[in-house]
C-alpha cells in the first residue's frame, strides 16, 4: 500500500514516492544525492520521515543529510535522542552536536550562539569543569586533563572519553565567534543546573508535543474505549496545530504508514482513497496517534526505529478491527468510515472492542468455580493460560499460542476466536464445578497440573469400573486404562478413535440443563482436549507411560 500514488493533483506535491524512504541506507543516501535538488527535497521531508531517513541511513553514515537538513530538523532529531526520561544525556547530546558540527560547523555554530544557547551552556556545565586564568596570573599548574583554546579558559572533560568531542565542539565555536564563546563559558558561572534542564526540558516537550508525544497523563487517554453511540457524534480531526495548508509544498509523512502495508482491512482501504487531502489528513493523523501510543508507554527512550514500528502497527491493528466491525468488510462503506471519523476516535473503538472482551473474562473469572479454589490461569494448560494472561495485561493482548504467544489483537476475527475459547473455559468450569464433591485438596496439590488431569481421572476410574474419583490411578491401572482404550491396537500411533465418542458422551451428560450456545461450547472444548490428548500418547507406549511424562492422566508411584 503506498498512499503517495493515489493522490489528487493539488495534493500531490506535498506527497512522495514511499518507496524511496524505504530503500536500504547506502542505496537510500545515493537515492536522495542523486536528487536533482537534495536540499530542497530534505528540507521538505516531514520531521517524522527525515528522522527515520536518519535512522535508516545510519547515525555514522548520515553527515550529508545533516547538512541538507533544516534547523527544525535537527531539532526534532534530538529532541527525541538526547533525553532518557526528563533527564538530557550528557554523552548523546555530545555526539550528535559533534556530528552536526561536522556536517555544518557555520550554521551549528549559529544555531547554538542563538535559540540553542541554553542547550550547549547547560551540556558544558554537565560535562567539563572550566577554570579562567590569565597568562600572568599566578597559581598551581594545571594538570594535561585541562586544554585550552585562548590561554585563558582551561576545560577539563568530567569524563575523559568526552574529551575529545568536547574540545572539537569548543574549537567549532571559537572559530566562529570567539567573543560569543569567551561570553559562553564567562555565563556558566551564574547557572543554576536544576533550573536550567527543568526549562529545557518543559521546552522540549512542547515541541515533540505538536508531533503527538503529550505528556504521559493527557497520552493515556488514546487507550480511553469509545464506544459505538459516542463515535457517532465524532467527525474528522486533525490533532491540534495540525492543519492541512493547502499552499505549502512541505510533505506529509509516509513512513508511518508504510510500516502496517499489507497488515488487514486498514491498509486495504487507503489503497483504495482517491482523495489525496483525505489522505494527508489520514498520513498526519496516524503518524500523531503512534507517537501518542509512544508517549502513553511512558517512555524512557523513543529513538529507538524499532520502538516506532511497533507504535504505528499497534496502531494499525485496532483501526483494523474498527473498521472491519463497522464497514462489515464491504470496501465503500470502510473507505466512508476514514473519510468521516479521525484517526484516533477509531483507534479508542477499536481498542474498546479488545477492553470490552477483557472485562467479559474478568467478570467470569472472579464467579469461576477454579478461581475460587485458589488456583491460576496455568490450571488451564498452557494455552488457555496464555491466553488469559493476555487477556489480562495491562492492555490485553492475543495469544496466537506460539513461541511468541502475545500480539495485539488486530482482527474482528482475532476477537471472535478468543471469545470462542473463553465460553469453552466457562462451560467446563460450569461442567467441572459439579464434580468438585470428587477435587480434593489432597489431589490437587501437586504443581504444574492442570484441569485435564480433573477430567481424565475421573473418566478412567469410570472406563476401569472403579468408584467415581478424580485421584491418582496406581501404575498398574493406568497401565490397564491404556490397554482398554487402545483396544486391538498393537503398535504406534495409537488412535483410540473408538473412545473419542464416551469420553465425550460422559461429560455432556453433565450439561443437560445448559443453554445451546453453552452446550456447543462444552462439545467444541471436549472435542478439541480429547484430540491433544490423543496427540500427547498415541506415540508412547503403553508400558512406558509413568507419572512424570503423563500431563493429561495422574498417575502414582504406587504399582
Known amino acids: ?24 541506507g547506502g542505496t537510500l543516501l545515493k537515492r536522495i544525492l542523486e536528487n536533482e535538488n537534495p536540499g530542497a527535497f530534505v528540507r521538505r521531508l516531514s520531521a517524522e520521515d527525515f528522522f527515520w531517513v536518519v535512522k535508516q541511513i545510519g547515525e555514522d553514515d548520515c553527515l550529508p543529510i545533516l547538512e541538507l537538513a533544516g534547523e527544525e530538523q535537527w531539532q526534532y ?10 533527564t538530557l544525556s550528557t554523552e548523546k547530546a555530545l555526539v550528535w ?10 550554521r551549528l555554530s549559529d544555531w547554538l550562539f542563538g535559540e540553542e544557547q541554553p542547550l550547549i551552556s547547560f551540556l558544558l556545565y554537565q560535562a567539563a569543569e572550566i577554570v579562567i586564568k590569565t597568562p600572568d596570573e599566578e597559581g ?13 579558559f582551561y576545560i577539563k572533560a568530567l569524563r575523559e572519553e568526552n574529551r575529545e568531542m568536547l574540545e572539537e565542539l569548543l574549537r567549532t565555536l571559537a572559530q566562529k565567534n570567539h567573543e560569543l564563546y569567551q561570553g559562553l563559558l564567562y555565563e556558566l558561572a551564574s547557572m543554576i543546573p536544576a533550573e536550567a534542564e527543568e526549562e529545557l526540558y518543559r521546552l522540549r516537550n512542547g515541541r515533540i508535543a505538536e508531533h503527538g508525544f503529550v505528556p504521559f497523563e493527557e497520552a493515556i487517554s488514546v487507550y480511553a474505549p469509545l464506544d459505538l453511540a459516542a463515535l457517532q457524534t465524532t467527525s474528522s480531526a486533525l490533532p491540534p496545530g495540525k492543519l492541512i495548508d493547502k499552499s505549502t509544498d512541505e510533505f506529509v509523512p509516509v513512513v508511518p504508514l508504510r510500516q502496517v502495508e499489507n497488515k488487514g482491512m486498514f491498509s486495504q482501504t487507503l489503497a483504495n482513497i482517491s482523495d489525496g487531502f483525505v489522505l494527508e489528513r489520514i498520513a498526519i493523523e496516524f503518524a500523531d496517534l503512534a507517537n501518542r501510543i509512544i508517549a502513553a508507554g511512558n517512555f524512557s527512550e523513543i529513538s529507538d526505529p524499532e520502538i516506532l514500528k511497533a507504535s504505528c502497527l499497534e496502531a494499525a491493528a485496532y483501526l483494523n478491527i474498527a473498521v472491519e466491525r463497522l464497514s462489515n468488510n464491504d470496501m465503500t462503506k470502510a473507505a466512508d468510515t476514514l473519510e468521516k471519523h479521525s484517526v484516533i476516535e477509531l483507534f479508542r473503538f477499536g481498542y474498546g472492542l479488545a477492553v470490552d472482551l477483557q472485562k467479559e473474562a474478568g467478570r467470569w473469572r472472579k464467579q469461576s468455580w477454579f478461581f475460587s479454589r485458589g488456583w491460576g490461569n496455568d490450571f488451564w494448560g498452557a494455552r488457555w493460560e496464555h491466553l488469559l494472561d493476555g487477556l489480562f495485561a495491562t492492555r490485553p493482548l492475543f495469544s496466537s499460542g506460539g513461541q511468541m504467544p502475545y500480539r495485539n489483537f488486530e482482527t474482528i476475527n482475532d476477537l471472535d476466536e478468543t471469545r470462542k475459547n473463553l465460553h469453552q473455559m466457562q462451560a467446563l468450569d460450569t461442567m467441572m464445578a459439579r464434580l468438585s464433591p470428587l477435587v480434593t485438596d489432597t489431589h490437587f496439590n501437586l504443581t504444574h497440573k492442570t484441569f485435564h488431569s480433573i477430567l481424565f481421572n475421573r473418566w478412567a476410574h469410570q472406563v476401569l469400573e472403579k468408584e467415581p474419583s478424580v485421584e491418582p490411578l496406581s501404575q498398574s491401572d493406568a497401565a490397564r486404562f491404556f490397554a482398554i482404550l487402545r483396544n486391538e491396537e498393537t503398535h504406534p500411533p495409537y488412535r483410540m478413535a473408538s473412545f473419542k465418542d464416551k469420553f465425550i458422551a460422559a461429560f455432556m451428560e453433565g450439561a443437560v440443563d445448559f443453554k445451546p450456545e453453552e452446550t456447543n461450547a462444552l462439545f467444541e ?12 500418547y498415541e506415540d508412547i507406549k503403553t508400558e512406558d507411560i509413568e507419572s512424570r511424562f503423563s500431563p493429561f492422566v495422574l498417575i502414582s508411584g504406587a504399582a
Open 97 to 106: 552536536l559533534k556530528r552536526l558540527a561536522e556536517a555544518d560547523p557555520e
Open 525 to 536: 472444548a471436549l472435542n478439541d482436549i480429547w484430540e491433544d490428548f490423543r496427540r500427547e
Open 140 to 152: 598551581p599548574e594545571l594538570s594535561e586533563a585541562y586544554f585550552t583554546l585562548d590561554g585563558v
Open 1 to 24: 500500500m503506498d498512499f503517495s500514488k493515489n493522490t489528487s493533483a493539488a495534493a500531490s506535491k506535498r506527497t512522495l514516492d514511499s518507496d524511496l524512504l524505504l530503500l536500504p
Open 77 to 86: 532529531l534530538i529532541d527525541l535522542d538526547i533525553w532518557e526520561k526528563d
